[in-house]
């Protein structure tokens, strides 16, 4: 089931505290994305990365950051100025700008509770 | 910015029988249009998607429409089964994917 994972798959974290989730794809992407799952909500776009060293805010980037240093690395931090940040975390991954397709595979995702 | 609505919320069905979820969207700009199923605690897989020159998409049980004028877009399940219950989420993507909120599928044997 490889191609992009995420680490942990549970993590806790006391308020106030940042807290930095990986993702990693050797599928040779050059588009990543991450999304938050709440119930009922559907999947909502915090960041995404269309190339290395480049990375836009999507609908709720407020309270979250990201970097994008390496090809297949997109690790998102969530700061203490997330006010409710307990929450399903999805990283997706795509061929990009230079690819035809637009299909976009998911990782296995990151459960977050914040207490 | 893209707005995707999705219903129903909820659908039970029994096995055998079709289901059917409808989308619309508010962009004319969008051009892709996937369906993903996610179930329960595991990550959302691509199931169909249609791009915006096309009317209609099959594979085997699975068939999408879309309707541009309208700006809706459909799946339709044909012969359920009780594998196919999870969550189904319909996407628009004008330069980025919106998502709908989903919709619970039980097909109940």
């Known amino acids: 089931d490889g191609g992009i994972t995420q680490s942990p798959k549970y993590l806790f974290r006391k308020e106030g505290q940042n807290v930095t989730l990986s993702c990693e794809q050797n599928l040779n992407h050059d588009a990543m994305y991450w999304y938050r799952q709440d119930p009922g909500q559907g999947l909502r776009l915090i960041y995404y990365s269309q190339i290395v060293n480049d990375f836009q805010k999507g609908d709720i980037a407020e309270g979250y950051s990201v970097s994008r240093e390496k090809k297949e690395s997109f690790p998102l931090t969530v700061t203490s100025a997330q006010k409710n940040p307990t929450a399903f975390y999805l990283c997706?991954?795509?061929?990009?700008?230079?690819?035809?397709?637009?299909?976009?595979?998911f990782g296995p995702g990151t459960r977050l509770t914040v207490t | 910015g893209e707005n995707v609505e999705q219903h129903p919320s909820t659908l039970s069905v029994q096995e055998g029988d079709s289901a059917v979820i409808k989308c619309t969207y508010s962009d004319s700009a969008s051009n892709y249009f996937p369906w993903y199923k996610q179930e329960l605690g595991k990550r959302p897989q691509l199931i169909i998607d249609i791009r915006s020159n096309v009317g209609e998409k099959k594979d085997q049980r699975i068939a999408v429409t879309l309707n541009k004028t309208a700006k809706h877009f459909s799946l339709h399940i044909t012969e359920t089964q009780p594998e196919d219950s999870a969550v189904y989420f319909c996407?628009?993507?004008?330069?980025?994917?919106?998502f709908g909120k989903g919709t619970l599928l039980t097909v109940n044997p």
């Open positions: 997706a991954s795509s061929i990009g700008p230079r690819g035809m397709s637009y299909e976009q595979y």
């Open positions: 996407a628009a993507r004008d330069y980025k994917l919106t």
